[in-house]
């Protein structure tokens, strides 16, 4: 018997077919993703970001984990003298940070009517997790570079972002010229970074928002350059002393931030789950993801962040 049509079909047959298919292993009802769609799920938000490349996204087993580092003074080396022991030991630096993943959760409506037209196409929960993935992305990015527990907007206190973390523990440079981008703020912030931290310039960033790096463009265009004709014509971004430029669809302006890339760290527990229940009388399916999550600066010492501070 060939199989019915879901618009032929009666409406108690049509949602059963439609609960039967948003509550399968890729949107569990009322449980827990797997090892395997747990990693996905974290890949796809990952993979929506825009630091995405820049940033470190570890995977959380466990509540905690804990960013460790070393480090040994310079000019530490010594010359032997025969046959006696070298006395002279270096002493290493161990600094630690960690992570703690905080529970988020991220309420999402589909509406019958998204549903009725498209639960006959191919690998739907997959589109829709993706879906659901891509806003999740992009509220997770703009919590870890803005979250602020003392901040009053609830969005903001889940917990600390990269900005709050590095103006408490980081190298911080008072703007003075908030209009000069180009001879005070990228110089000033650079001149702040420790040498040990900047040998390797296309391993840097600044990451400032798109208002104040379309800024940064008008001031080398104001130029009678070749520089200031590219930032004109091409629509290149253009670095500051070969340090790339980065910005984020979150991030304040008014704010700069200079760090290496991979310092800044997120932690996303691979436990997560995916809840459903249908609301008839809105005509909607409720859908519900929560896991736990968190941002953290693996060395504080390699980054300078740049804001009015005074």
Not at 10 to 20: F, L, N
Not at 210 to 228: F, K, M, Q, V
Not at 233 to 253: H, N, Q
Request: negative net charge; charged residues 30%; aromatic residues 8%.
């Amino acid at each position: 018997m060939p199989k019915k049509r879901l618009k032929d079909m009666t409406s108690d047959e049509r949602w059963a077919v439609i609960e039967q298919r948003i509550a399968t292993s890729d949107i569990a009802s009322a449980g827990k993703l797997n090892a395997d769609q747990a990693d996905k799920f974290i890949q796809l938000v990952v993979d929506n970001t825009t630091l995405k490349d820049f940033v470190d996204s570890l995977t959380m087993r466990a509540a905690t984990r804990d960013l460790d580092t070393l480090d040994f003074a310079t000019r530490q080396m010594t010359k032997p003298t025969e046959a006696t022991e070298t006395t002279d030991t270096i002493s290493a630096t161990f600094a630690k940070r960690t992570l703690t993943a905080l529970e988020y959760v991220y309420p999402a409506d589909v509406s019958y009517s998204f549903l009725e037209d498209n639960i006959e196409k191919e690998n739907f929960e997959g589109t829709l997790m993706e879906m659901i993935s891509k806003a999740l992305a992009l509220d997770l990015e703009d919590l870890n570079i803005n979250g602020d527990t003392e901040s009053g907007t609830t969005f903001l206190q889940q917990n600390d972002g990269w900005i709050k973390i590095a103006k408490a523990a980081g190298n911080v440079y008072d703007i003075t010229s908030p209009g000069d981008r180009l001879d005070s703020i990228f110089p000033g912030m650079l001149a702040d970074m420790p040498d040990k931290w900047k040998a390797n310039r296309s391993n840097m960033a600044f990451l400032l928002s798109s208002s104040d790096y379309e800024a940064y463009e008008e001031e080398i265009a104001t130029r009678n350059t070749g520089l200031g004709d590219m930032a004109i014509t091409t629509g290149k971004r253009i670095p500051y002393k070969g340090v790339e430029m980065i910005t984020p669809p979150a991030w304040p302006s008014g704010t700069y931030m200079l760090t290496l890339k991979k310092n800044l760290a997120r932690g996303i527990h691979r436990e997560i789950l995916t809840e459903t229940e249908r609301v008839p009388r809105k005509r909607l399916i409720e859908v519900t993801v929560s896991g736990r999550q968190d941002a953290e600066i693996k060395v504080v010492d390699a980054v300078v962040v740049g804001y009015q501070a005074t």
